[in-house]
């Protein structure tokens, strides 16, 4: 069959109307430098020279972009299409996010989706125009040919340009204000738990901080609970667990999702082996607090003391899929399976601790990877 030029040959395939008329407004803006080689194979080339005499805004005017259907769908919409290599692609990337990282890292899934809007339609012209046997076999169909009727008539439509790009920018920074808040709430929670008890530096201060929070308590200053927090930390620093559980439980009773008191409970009775009491603290503030996954190594840890390897087992193993790169977790989770006898497990758990503390900086991890190193050759 013979065709005149490209627009003939989009006219030509088999999709609808408005897929052409995307296709067309494709060519159309942008024409396609290309090199011709072996087979008259086009696939080398890319978006190039602009439609003469028209400048950069009413270009835009006949060229979309933005698909609505692959910023829901993202991948499967590519998979929809048949645009297979790179829908697989993208799915794989989507799914190791979210299988491997979950929450706040899986959010970036976000942007494939953005991108998969951007994209598609350029993905979709190459999959269907420029993998087109005719066009391969006649790239000179990729030339400087303008279809005057169909620009004309484009030209009368109203643009779609500006109100896209305001929705990509809108939708992007939406999206990065969300994952980053998520980051820094995750990180304020993590904060809480890895300075829980450093509300004093020595024991005078210490002293002076329960004599200003018991009558900040008496005086009733809100928020109550911090000031019981407080002084039940202090109690802790001073090795008063008595007086600091009294603090952290009266903080727990004004307010019942006080999630640092929960997390400094859990460390006491943890501490005074009354580890079922120890789990319960954990336990609250994960319900408090759900998609802190870092929870689970203490709540694993707990569970490990008790003796529940189990359960110890599972608690872990949430938490170095959330947080891969913490050697102190995969160590954990080495050792309860060296209780559950799989000692192979155990021994590849211990190898990918030992290979994050080697690409930590510092010597003071020798001796532990030494140490480490040993214990694994050991196991059998």
Request: with cysteine; charged share 20%.
């Amino acid at each position: 069959m013979h065709y005149k030029n490209i627009y003939a040959i989009i006219d030509s395939l088999n999709i609808s109307r408005g897929w052409k008329n995307v296709f067309k407004k494709i060519q159309t803006a942008y024409f396609h430098n290309f090199y011709q080689g072996k087979a008259n194979n086009v696939h080398a080339w890319r978006y190039g020279q602009p439609v003469i005499s028209y400048d950069a805004p009413n270009r835009f005017k006949f060229f979309t972009r933005f698909n609505f259907f692959a910023l829901v769908f993202g991948p499967l919409y590519y998979l929809a299409k048949f645009m297979i290599v790179k829908g697989l692609f993208l799915l794989l990337i989507e799914a190791a996010l979210i299988y491997y990282y979950d929450f706040p890292i899986a959010y970036f899934a976000i942007f494939i989706h953005i991108y998969a809007a951007v994209f598609a339609n350029s993905d979709y012209f190459i999959q269907k125009v420029l993998n087109h046997k005719d066009v391969k076999e006649n790239p000179g169909y990729l030339s400087d040919y303008i279809d005057e009727n169909f620009v004309k008539t484009v030209l009368k439509e109203q643009s779609y340009y500006v109100p896209f790009i305001l929705f990509c920018l809108i939708f992007g920074i939406g999206a990065a204000l969300f994952i980053s808040n998520e980051f820094a709430v995750d990180a304020k929670y993590q904060d809480i738990v890895n300075n829980k008890q450093k509300v004093c530096s020595d024991n005078n201060s210490c002293v002076q901080l329960i004599n200003t929070s018991l009558a900040n308590i008496k005086a009733g200053k809100e928020p109550v609970e911090n000031e019981y927090f407080n002084a039940g930390a202090a109690y802790y620093h001073l090795g008063n667990k008595q007086n600091a559980l009294s603090a952290l439980n009266q903080a727990t009773v004004k307010n019942p999702n006080h999630f640092a008191s929960y997390i400094l409970k859990g460390i006491i009775f943890t501490e005074s082996g009354q580890y079922k009491y120890a789990r319960a603290s954990y336990e609250k503030a994960l319900a408090i607090y759900p998609k802190g996954k870092f929870l689970y190594y203490l709540l694993g840890s707990a569970y490990y003391k008790e003796g529940k390897y189990i359960e110890a087992k599972e608690s872990f193993e949430k938490a170095v899929k959330a947080y891969p790169k913490k050697a102190a977790y995969w160590e954990a989770l080495a050792y309860t399976k060296i209780y559950l006898k799989d000692t192979k497990g155990a021994k590849a758990d211990l190898e990918r601790a030992i290979k994050i503390m080697k690409n930590e900086k510092g010597a003071a991890n020798n001796t532990r990877i030494e140490a480490l190193e040993r214990y694994a050759n050991n196991l059998r």
